[in-house]
């Protein structure tokens, strides 16, 4: 597999998709369009999982500011990485900063929501 | 009848297993939507607040740099009074009359605005004259004239290099305020519109207002005398569009004058 890399945008962050298991999305998520701007990244996990995923897969997402439609991405994301875990080590950093409410909030939703997953609260 | 029964059961029960499946998952994306929009509307409302005390901040900070700015260039055309044989409240009015003209001539409400800060500026120029001429007693000899006349010129150059539209507009001001509707007035005998709205306000305003002032060195002239000469300048010193607004709304005029009239001191 290759690594998918995005890059930032005004609206969109910064993706790397690397296929030695580190998976980085840092910035801004508010696309116009959420859904397809997601798309190819959805699509490069599926493929990572099911051909040759690393021994332990290490997600880091700093996302500072994000629309709710990247709220609900995100939780299909995790949704992907639960469907995975059980085969797979998966380990999360929510990263966020100390004065980032809202980003340290969706952290915590995303812990209650997905209990079989691995997800650390990081603040900067 | 047993095994067909079954059979059903067996179908109705996968039926059963599946409806579980998809509205435990249905029920996990609502909750799910609705923690969405409480984050959501939680964080517009934070967000909303916060907007709003930055307005408020720039708002703030807007009305500070618009009073500074209009303090300096109301300091700048009192430099400029000081330096002309104008006292008192001279530059009031003259900003006040232009405010009106400005307003009855039909120009926007921030222009009249502007013209009403721009016009205490037209003799900035007057900094830059010499002593020796300016403070010369009695009448000018042609040279001394000629030296006093670049006032305009020099008024201009000084504010000329401003991007700021107020100072563009004092530019303006301060280089047209002595040209005349029949083009024998300085610095470039511009004539009728050719000459900017701001000057031909502003050289009205300034006559009227200097006529009918007392000064050291001459009694201010009674009104009839001053609407005679009006009359007579009319499309000739003066934009007969501006004489015209000036005889309709006299009253107001005069009420400017009364309002902000020369105290005894100065």
């Not at chain 2, 303090?71 to 009359?97: C, D, L, P, Q, W």
Request: hydrophobic residues 35%; contains cysteine; negative net charge.
């Amino acid at each position: 597999m290759e690594i998918l890399k995005i890059e930032e945008t005004k609206y969109t962050p910064e993706i790397v998709l690397d296929p030695s298991g580190t998976i980085s999305l840092k910035g801004k998520s508010y696309p116009e369009n959420t859904f397809e701007f997601y798309a190819p990244v959805m699509k490069w996990m599926e493929e990572y999982f099911a051909e040759s995923p690393a021994d332990t897969t290490v997600i880091n997402m700093e996302i500072i500011y994000f629309n709710s439609s990247s709220s609900k991405l995100f939780f299909d994301f995790f949704d992907l990485l639960e469907e995975n875990a059980e085969e797979n080590t998966v380990e999360i950093n929510w990263i966020y900063d100390e004065e980032n409410e809202s980003a340290e909030e969706a952290g915590e939703d995303f812990i209650e929501d997905f209990e079989d997953l691995n997800i650390k609260l990081v603040q900067k | 009848m047993d095994i067909h029964e079954n059979k059903l059961v067996g179908e109705i029960e996968k039926l059963r297993e599946e409806f579980v499946k998809t509205t435990e998952k249905l029920i996990k994306d609502v909750k799910r939507q609705d923690k969405i929009m409480l984050r959501s509307d939680k964080r517009q409302q934070q967000e909303y607040d916060e907007l709003q005390k930055k307005f408020g901040e720039v708002e703030a900070l807007q009305k500070e740099i618009e009073d500074t700015q209009k303090e300096v260039v109301f300091t700048m055309g009192a430099i400029g009074e000081s330096r002309s044989k104008e006292t008192g409240n001279h530059v009031k009015r003259v900003a006040e009359y232009s405010y009106l003209f400005a307003k009855y001539y039909g120009l926007a409400e921030e222009e009249c605005e502007m013209l009403k800060q721009a016009s205490p500026m037209h003799d900035i120029g007057k900094v830059a004259i010499p002593d020796s001429v300016l403070n010369k007693p009695g009448r000018f000899n042609e040279e001394e004239r000629a030296i006093m006349d670049t006032h305009a010129q020099l008024g201009y150059d000084m504010l000329k290099h401003s991007n700021r539209s107020l100072l563009k507009a004092a530019a303006t001001v301060a280089y047209e305020h002595h040209e005349k509707w029949d083009g024998t007035g300085y610095p470039n005998k511009l004539a009728g519109e050719d000459i900017h709205i701001y000057g031909r306000i502003t050289a009205l305003a300034d006559v009227f207002d200097a006529l009918g002032s007392d000064r050291v060195y001459k009694k201010a002239w009674d009104d009839e005398k001053i609407f005679k000469l009006f009359k007579e300048e009319r499309a000739k010193h003066f934009d007969p569009k501006l004489i015209d607004i000036f005889f309709d709304n006299l009253d107001q005029f005069l009420e400017i004058r009364d309002s902000l009239k020369d105290t005894i001191e100065d």
